[in-house]
């Protein structure tokens, strides 16, 4: 029996997606995952349903970078400051679903000082992305998803993560490095005692 409540089932969707691998503007993607199920996509325009995984990317300098649609949801120098430490080129304002398809290999999130994150803007995404069984292995599209302290997602209290960082994306070869050039970062941009 597990002790706190789990996200089981969730759906992601992009209504104008933007394939970076392939730079066709597509009307849309809806994605969707089941604990134990995989993640699938299936683009609104009819076409067949694809199973989809998370980029194997292990170099961060070859990595896609990916940041909040909303501006306001992250602190975008804190962002530039780890892309700079990691070599990365390009920013795109994409998220979950993007990361499960492979498009992308990091999508990092960092609120602004007051601002507490919800758990219905993350939820069916961290699910999308990946998922971990009882056994903790990887059985969704492959992709870890923490917060700043090398936790996963605790969406057992109430409508806000319990969080004072951010969040990190990525897939497993990537995120020690990732994280350990986040918390570089954080040191940096930290004000000055």
Request: charge should be negative; glycine fraction near 8%; charged fraction near 20%.
């Amino acid at each position: 029996m597990q002790d706190k409540p789990q996200v089981c089932l969730g759906f992601d969707i992009c209504y104008i997606w933007i394939s970076l691998q392939f730079g066709v503007k597509e009307v849309g993607c809806l994605f969707f995952a089941e604990v134990g199920g995989g993640t699938y996509m299936q683009p609104l325009d009819g076409s067949s349903v694809v199973k989809v995984q998370v980029s194997v990317v292990e170099n961060p300098e070859e990595a896609s970078f990916f940041e909040p649609y909303e501006a306001a949801h992250s602190m975008h120098d804190l962002s530039s400051l780890i892309a700079q430490h990691c070599r990365l080129e390009l920013t795109v304002r994409q998220k979950y679903g993007a990361l499960s398809r492979g498009d992308g290999a990091i999508y990092l999130r960092f609120p602004y000082k007051g601002y507490r994150e919800k758990i219905w803007d993350h939820a069916a995404g961290c699910i999308v992305v990946t998922d971990m069984d009882q056994f903790h292995s990887i059985i969704e599209a492959g992709g870890v998803v923490i917060d700043t302290a090398w936790q996963p997602l605790d969406f057992s209290k109430g409508k806000h993560l319990d969080m004072d960082t951010g969040i990190i994306v990525t897939n497993q070869k990537l995120m020690p490095l990732l994280l350990n050039v986040v918390k570089k970062s954080l040191k940096e941009k930290a004000p000055s005692s």
